[in-house]
């Protein structure tokens, strides 16, 4: 793997989230009526880090489920002959305030597959993005609510977030595609 840069640490990860998080309480005045669905595979760790820090905050506990978009994907049949379908924990959004987490925004394209999913178990009163790491190179009208850092990247350059629940390291990193 070629690391081209080191972009975030453990303590930039840490400092992004919680100010996400107070972001997000500010914003909705409060965390009545809020949830928080992860984005498989690395959106569930952020989503869970930022409950907890919203719990630090709020003193209250908020909803946090999890969404596969494997089936909601617009290129399915370029990646998949026979789709494999993996389960969501999403509860009823009815009426709620969702609030979508990944670790990156890049083209649009995965959000627009979690709005899909997030569609089909109900009709949320507002759904808000917040991510990680902003790449830009949008494909899609979709944006971001919360960020926790803009980093302008070429479309030669990958950029891997790493969390300690499933990488065993916290960092953020661009690395050039091979």
């Not at 409060?30 to 930022?50: C, M, Q, S």
């Not at 209250?60 to 993996?86: A, F, G, N, Q, W």
């Not at 507002?126 to 479309?155: C, F, M, W």
């Not at 300690?164 to 953020?172: A, L, Y």
């Amino acid at each position: 793997m070629n690391i081209k840069a080191s972009i975030m640490d453990e303590k930039a990860m840490s400092r992004a989230t919680t100010r996400i998080a107070n972001e997000i309480v500010e914003k909705n005045k409060g965390v009545r009526d809020v949830v928080l669905v992860g984005i498989k595979t690395r959106g569930v760790p952020f989503a869970h880090r930022l409950g907890n820090k919203i719990e630090d905050i709020e003193g209250s506990r908020v909803e946090i489920y999890d969404v596969d978009i494997t089936l909601y994907r617009d290129d399915l049949s370029e990646i998949y002959s026979l789709p494999v379908v993996k389960e969501n924990s999403l509860g009823d959004i009815s009426g709620k305030i969702v609030i979508l987490v990944d670790d990156v925004i890049y083209t649009g394209r995965t959000v627009r597959a979690a709005l899909d999913a997030l569609m089909e178990n109900g009709r949320p009163n507002k759904v808000q993005l917040a991510v990680l790491v902003d790449r830009g190179h949008r494909e899609l009208p979709i944006r971001a609510d919360y960020v926790g850092k803009n980093v302008p990247t070429s479309n030669q350059e990958i950029v891997d977030v790493r969390f300690k629940e499933v990488d065993g390291v916290d960092e953020v990193i661009i690395r050039e595609k091979k």
